[in-house]
């Protein structure tokens, strides 16, 4: 359990032997944070024994537990949809990953990109919609599958493509086989978020860089949303590109306002409100000799649940600030993730509770300008019905619950419950 570089030592990895690794960083969405929540799991099924690590969100996770269970004897250790990928693939039926795919596929719905491997081979997953990035790149004459292509620069790998909604690609012996599920849709339902703030800015995403793409939101942005200000800032690190974007197509000039500690974490792995309260100021710091007498653009890319705003404006003005207008990338968001991006329920979710008028008001910004869908799809490059958005519209890829409980496999699983000593559940701020 922690950060990578605080629990692995190189002494740790020199001693694996073997030749296929995998790893796994994500915070759980589903489940509480424990030492049995932790991935990878490993699954030991009637046909197969594997290792798996799951990006994503599955839907139907307690269903088919419960058949898992019934049909198969499976046992659980945690309590996290991830480990029922992991039992369901280790028993599905079939020879070949193929048709073990098809029968998983066939079964799982909501959002999934898997690594998994087994003694003699990497297998890498992405699920039928393509909600989560998955990525393939090349080293050394070996094969790399990772969330993000930024993973592969750092280890030297060349980006070769992005897998299929639907595909699963097997590495073993005797090279790389490539198989996609018949049943996956011919466009994709990738989380747009994605492309507004999880990728990091360096990574390549449905064929394009992230940091070009969040230009262009904050290029659309100023078209939608123009203000008279003598300085564009960007919360850094997420906002910055639009923020340089908002600058370049306004002609205002970009500067750095802000400055991020770079000694703490991200403010939404903050495990309560009254840390992510403080996490704010730990984070950000307003530089008064750029900002004193000026009006300033503040460009960010989410307001989730409107924690995090206030307190960065209050910091501008702070510094000297005359006048504040925020612009953001991402439309207000109305609607809970179902797809493994944990923003909390609808209750918390400040655009769903006020106007933008409202807002403007909570947040103590002299205007507030939202990219609107439009805006933010013309941004990304699209017209057409790709790209899941359902936190912006309500309206999902596929038919959802309504509220969606991080933890109801610890509540509904008897013997399970949930970890009074385990890390309370990250959220976005
Ligand atoms: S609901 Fe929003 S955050 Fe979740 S997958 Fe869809 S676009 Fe992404």
């Known amino acids: 359990m922690g950060l990578v570089t605080q629990v692995f030592r190189d002494s740790d990895l020199a001693?694996?032997?073997?030749?296929?690794?995998?790893?796994?960083t994500r915070y759980s969405t589903m489940g509480s944070s424990k030492r049995a929540n932790a991935q990878p799991i490993l699954a030991r099924g009637q046909n197969i024994e594997l290792a798996l690590g799951h990006n994503g969100n599955v839907i139907n996770a307690l269903e088919l537990r419960e058949d898992l269970v019934r049909d198969w004897g499976s046992k659980f250790a945690g309590t996290t949809d991830s480990e029922v990928i992991a039992e369901l693939y280790a028993n599905a039926p079939g020879e070949t990953w193929a048709d073990r795919s098809a029968h998983c596929m066939r079964r799982l719905r909501g959002a999934y990109s898997l690594v998994m491997a087994t003694k003699s081979e990497l297998i890498g997953v992405r699920d039928p919609l393509g909600v989560r990035p998955l990525c393939l790149g090349k080293l050394d004459g070996g094969w790399v599958i990772a969330s993000e292509s930024c993973a592969l620069d750092h280890v030297g790998a060349k980006f070769v493509r992005e897998l299929e909604p639907g595909e699963t690609v097997v590495v073993d012996g005797t090279g790389l086989h490539s198989t996609v599920w018949s049943g996956a849709r011919k466009t994709h339902a990738m989380?747009?978020?994605?492309?507004?703030?999880?990728?990091?800015?360096?990574?390549?995403?449905?064929?394009q860089l992230a940091y070009k793409t969040r230009m262009s939101m904050?290029?659309?942005?100023?078209?939608?949303?123009?203000?008279?200000?003598?300085?564009?800032?960007?919360v850094p690190d997420s906002a910055l590109a639009a923020a340089v974007g908002y600058s370049q197509a306004s002609g205002i000039p970009y500067g750095d306002g802000l400055v991020k500690n770079r000694y703490v974490g991200r403010t939404f792995i903050q495990p309560d409100q009254r840390m992510r309260e403080l996490g704010v100021k730990l984070k950000f710091n307003a530089l008064p000799q750029v900002l004193e007498g000026k009006s300033v653009v503040v460009v960010d890319d989410s307001i989730v649940r409107g924690t995090t705003t206030p307190r960065v404006l209050k910091l501008v003005r702070?510094?000297?600030?005359?006048?504040?207008?925020?612009?953001?990338?991402?439309?207000?968001?109305?609607?809970?993730?179902?797809?493994?991006?944990?923003?909390?329920?609808?209750?918390?979710?400040?655009?769903?509770?006020?106007?933008?008028?409202?807002?403007?008001?909570?947040?103590?910004?002299?205007?507030?300008?939202f990219l609107d869908v439009p805006g933010?799809?013309?941004?990304?490059?699209?017209?057409?019905?790709?790209?899941?958005?359902?936190?912006?519209?309500?309206?999902?890829?596929?038919?959802?619950?309504?509220?969606?409980?991080k933890l109801q496999l610890e509540k509904n699983v008897a013997g399970a419950r949930h970890d009074p000593a385990g890390n309370e559940l990250p959220a976005m701020t």
């Open 318 to 369: 702070e510094a000297g600030a005359k006048e504040v207008h925020m612009r953001v990338c991402a439309p207000p968001i109305i609607a809970p993730c179902h797809f493994g991006v944990d923003m909390g329920s609808v209750n918390e979710l400040i655009a769903a509770r006020k106007t933008v008028e409202e807002i403007r008001q909570y947040i103590g910004a002299d205007t507030l300008g």
């Open 191 to 207: 989380c747009i978020f994605e492309h507004i703030y999880f990728a990091r800015p360096d990574s390549i995403l449905s064929g």
């Open 218 to 234: 904050g290029a659309q942005l100023y078209r939608q949303h123009p203000a008279k200000a003598d300085l564009v800032i960007g």
């Open 376 to 405: 933010l799809l013309k941004a990304v490059g699209v017209d057409d019905g790709s790209y899941c958005r359902g936190c912006f519209t309500g309206s999902y890829p596929i038919p959802v619950q309504l509220e969606m409980d």
């Open 15 to 24: 001693a694996l032997p073997g030749h296929i690794a995998i790893g796994h």
